[in-house]
């Protein structure tokens, strides 16, 4: 398996503008979590998917972060309008829900706010 | 509720020496424990994980832990520290049972090793 796909790796993007992160996870996994990651705050729980369905999204910092997950196979985080403070590395990661579910890391998009 | 503690945010060893990584959690069900490495520029990776059964687990690297319940401690361990160990080190636990994925993770302990 080619593992938890994120793209871009890289993103640099102006204040303002809207930004959508991408995520594949593993085939068969029907958890998915996106994460940022800040040196300040660690690493962060923004939200998660079981089976497609949000199930809990208090970790998402305000009305200008949305994400969808439209089917088992793919999920976008979206930032729009995005804000120099939102720059971090934002993460994808999936698991099962059955057995004993340890989550599987993608490598991260670095999302730079200028 | 759950709560994981990592006692230490900066640990330094030298090479050969032991490593040790304390982890603290608090959990009202049975958990399942989590030790994952970020290497730089990474995401990250599971190390070792405790699900049920035997309490001392072995990981990837040379690493292994033990679940002490009456502790409440998920400690990871490593009996000679290489160069190629040195990364960031999360802790995390999450319910061992039920629909809730969860993970609820410790700021994590960075690892320097010294030549």
């Known amino acids: 398996d080619a593992g938890v796909i994120q793209s871009p790796r890289h993103e640099v993007t102006e204040m303002g503008q809207e930004v959508t992160l991408r995520c594949k996870p593993i085939s068969g996994h029907n958890s998915l979590f996106w994460y940022r990651q800040t040196m300040m705050r660690g690493l962060e729980l923004l939200i998660y998917?079981?089976?497609?369905?949000?199930?809990?999204d208090s970790g998402m910092p305000e009305d200008r972060f949305s994400a969808k997950m439209p089917n088992a196979s793919f999920s976008t985080l979206k930032i729009q309008p995005s804000e120099p403070r939102d720059s971090a590395v934002y993460f994808c990661?999936?698991?099962?829900?059955?057995?004993?579910?340890?989550?599987?890391f993608g490598q991260g998009t670095r999302l730079t706010v200028v | 509720a759950q709560s994981v503690t990592q006692l230490g945010s900066h640990v330094s060893v030298s090479e050969g020496a032991l490593v040790l990584l304390r982890c603290n959690y608090s959990s009202s069900v049975p958990p399942y424990l989590f030790w994952y490495v970020q290497y730089p520029n990474q995401g990250l990776q599971l190390l070792l994980k405790?699900?049920?059964?035997a309490t001392l687990v072995k990981g990837i690297n040379g690493f292994e832990a033990e679940f002490k319940k009456s502790e409440t401690s998920f400690h990871l361990t490593k009996p000679s520290a290489h160069m190629s160990d040195a990364a960031e080190y999360f802790c995390?636990?999450?319910?061992?049972?039920?629909?809730?994925?969860?993970?609820?993770w410790g700021l994590g302990t960075s690892l320097a090793v010294n030549p």
């Open positions: 405790y699900t049920t059964g």
């Open positions: 995390a636990v999450t319910p061992g049972a039920g629909n809730n994925r969860k993970l609820i």
């Open positions: 990661a999936s698991s099962r829900l059955q057995g004993t579910t340890e989550a599987f």
């Open positions: 998917f079981n089976n497609n369905v949000p199930i809990d």
